[in-house]
């Protein structure tokens, strides 16, 4: 059985920093690691993801301030979030993708962002 389990979410003033992890556990070959969030009334986005190679993708409005890693040891990723701003505020989740086109995903972690 697969899990996915995130920490790190919470309330920070805009320009704040916070860092999100995610551990995974169970039977299953890890492709790549992604982080989404969903803001309220709006469709959940990817923010950001890394391959098992290492190559990483952001999207633009979080580029230069979000940097994904992994542990590939670990099974964690982490998303550093530095210069946060109130449009950063949603329920961050973490994405896990397999070799066998399967998704799994945590329950989320709300960051909320005050000006």
């Known amino acids: 059985q697969v899990q996915v389990v995130e920490s790190g979410g919470g309330l920070v003033q805009a320009g704040g920093s916070l860092r999100l992890s995610c551990t995974a556990s169970?039977?299953?070959?890890?492709?790549?690691r992604a982080w989404y969030r969903q803001a309220p009334g709006k469709q959940r986005e990817l923010v950001a993801r890394v391959s098992i190679g290492g190559s990483t993708e952001y999207v633009e409005s979080v580029k230069g301030r979000f940097t994904i890693s992994r542990d590939n040891a670990k099974n964690t990723v982490t998303l550093q979030m530095n210069n946060l701003k109130p449009e950063d505020t949603a329920v961050y989740y973490c994405?896990?993708?397999?070799?066998?086109?399967?998704?799994?995903w945590g329950k989320g972690t709300l960051v909320t962002v005050s000006s």
């Open positions: 994405n896990v993708e397999t070799f066998s086109r399967m998704d799994y």
């Open positions: 169970g039977s299953m070959l890890i492709a790549a």
